[in-house]
């Protein structure tokens, strides 16, 4: 069917752009997974932020680089103590993704982080190690919820985004003070269609089209994907109350949906070392002779 015509020129069919949109996400999920993680397990860490401070990291690009790093720069700290062989100049490996919108359309800022479950370190000559970490056990996570939290804190006072006694009843708030912490998902490094599936849920649009239906002339109802203490939840809007939300999808300019970080950012001097070539014409195991396991 050819595209509408209108006054102003030809007009593209949403299926057209949602096409368009599923073939961009598709490929960068395969160059992910044939060009850039490696056969080692991988562990999805997912930090949420508190509605006091979603705001911030929503508008201030500066706000958001600055919560993701210290939140990476923690987590690094943690699985170099899990693996006792590490050194202090270990890396992670990872790749985050940073979701801005919640399951209803309402502004949510939470980080998806794929970490390789482990670090990585070169030898004298300059040959990449890998030390494989244990699980996370509760402790250790405690410990990274409440070391995130306190480092943002800080930095934030330090940055007069909050002010002293502000940040003083913060720190005491029950619950986290609204932090939110997972850790629970581990994709083990032979399941290559395990981390798609991930990588496929980490990159997911904001806005599911098939979750949208119209009650009648004047409102339309969108399904979040998770259900509520009583059952499904659903988001009953009019049509120009659902305009607004979607142009608070649109991104904000020059910022990357996902970030490189560690050992597969792309000036790591490990990286060619880490990074996994399906088609280079070795097998699984010449590929990584070059990684030992500490």
Request: glycine share 6%.
């Amino acid at each position: 069917m050819p595209d509408r015509e209108t006054a102003a020129g030809p007009q593209l069919d949403h299926q057209h752009v949602v096409d368009a949109v599923a073939v961009v996400a598709a490929s960068s999920i395969a160059h992910l997974a044939d060009h850039v993680f490696p056969r080692l397990p991988v562990r999805q860490w997912v930090l949420s932020v508190p509605k006091w401070l979603r705001y911030h990291v929503q508008h201030d690009l500066a706000i958001e680089t600055l919560a993701l790093r210290i939140f990476l720069s923690v987590v690094e700290q943690a699985l170099r103590r899990a693996c006792l062989a590490a050194g202090s100049d270990s890396r992670i490996g990872v790749v985050a993704f940073i979701q801005r919108i919640g399951a209803l359309l309402n502004p949510q800022v939470h980080f998806h982080c794929l970490v390789i479950e482990g670090v990585f370190e070169a030898d004298a000559s300059g040959v990449a190690t890998f030390h494989a970490s244990r699980a996370p056990e509760q402790k250790l996570l405690d410990e990274v919820h409440a070391k995130v939290r306190c480092r943002l804190l800080r930095a934030l006072t330090q940055r007069s985004v909050l002010d002293p006694e502000d940040t003083a009843v913060i720190a005491h708030w029950e619950h986290g003070g609204g932090f939110s912490l997972d850790a629970s998902v581990l994709i083990e490094g032979a399941d290559r269609p395990g981390l798609e599936r991930l990588l496929r849920y980490c990159a997911r649009p904001a806005f599911a089209l098939e979750r949208l239906c119209e009650t009648n002339a004047e409102h339309l109802v969108y399904e979040s994907m998770k259900p509520g203490p009583g059952g499904s939840v659903s988001l009953m809007l009019i049509p120009l109350e659902l305009i607004e939300r979607l142009a608070e999808l649109i991104p904000p300019p020059r910022r990357h949906r996902h970030r490189y970080s560690g050992v597969l950012a792309p000036n790591a001097p490990l990286r060619a070392q880490v990074c996994f070539r399906r088609n280079c014409g070795r097998s699984n195991f010449e590929i990584f002779d070059h990684l030992s396991v500490g």
